[in-house]
């Protein structure tokens, strides 16, 4: 197991150096920064354009989106499927259970700060009160940015989908509805499940499924 994640991280460099590189810049952040300077850092910069954009890139950390690509992928490979499915499943309980048992007094920005008017918001998206961290949206899509890269050996574009897992983790911020400690630990779920399922599950279930798809030649 410990030589698979090994080879894993290895072959998988691109993805994983960016990675690396973002939790050391943003753990550095969150030790410099307090909880409320940090997440005003994020949200204090705005503009028309971010507004739209976010509002957008947010959706691709959806939990619905991460299930749309697993039925995509049964076409293409069961084995696939199957194993997306595990770290969906895996990445969002273990978030899901932070959430609702240790951090279930967590409050959301709209809460934490009460009334307070220098908070940037953006129209059209739901504010919830509790349940802060960590960020299930953050979790589910570095999970799947992860899984992406590791089921279509994306070697050399892998930082291409660290990028767009970072985008939506800065989404969650920037539209208020997380603070960066919540997608930090989110982001750290993500990965992590990701890895270990892969390295301890892709293995057998190529052994017993192979190739097969809804759309393989029989």
């Not at 939990?63 to 969002?92: D, H, Q």
């Amino acid at each position: 197991m410990i030589k698979t994640l090994y080879k894993l991280i290895a072959d998988y460099k691109f993805f994983f150096y960016l990675y690396g590189l973002f939790i050391s810049v943003v753990g550095i952040a969150l030790l410099v920064y307090s909880k409320e300077e940090s997440f005003f850092i994020v949200n204090g910069i705005y503009s028309t354009f971010g507004d739209v954009f976010f509002k957008v890139v947010t959706h691709l950390g959806d939990g619905l989106f991460f299930v749309l690509i697993v039925l995509a992928l049964a076409l293409y490979r069961y084995r696939l499927a199957l194993l997306g499915l595990i770290v969906f499943v895996a990445s969002s309980v273990i978030a899901q259970v932070l959430k609702v048992t240790l951090f279930d007094k967590a409050k959301r920005p709209v809460a934490y700060f009460e009334h307070n008017i220098d908070i940037h918001f953006v129209e059209g998206v739901t504010r919830h009160v509790k349940n802060s961290f960590p960020s299930g949206h953050t979790t589910t899509a570095f999970a799947l940015a992860l899984f992406l890269v590791l089921a279509f050996e994306l070697r050399k574009s892998g930082w291409a989908m660290a990028i767009i897992a970072i985008l939506v983790g800065y989404s969650r911020v920037y539209l208020a509805v997380h603070f960066p400690v919540d997608v930090y630990f989110g982001s750290l779920i993500g990965v992590l499940t990701a890895t270990f399922m892969y390295a301890w599950l892709n293995t057998p279930f190529k052994n017993k499924f192979g190739d097969k798809g809804l759309m393989s030649k029989k």
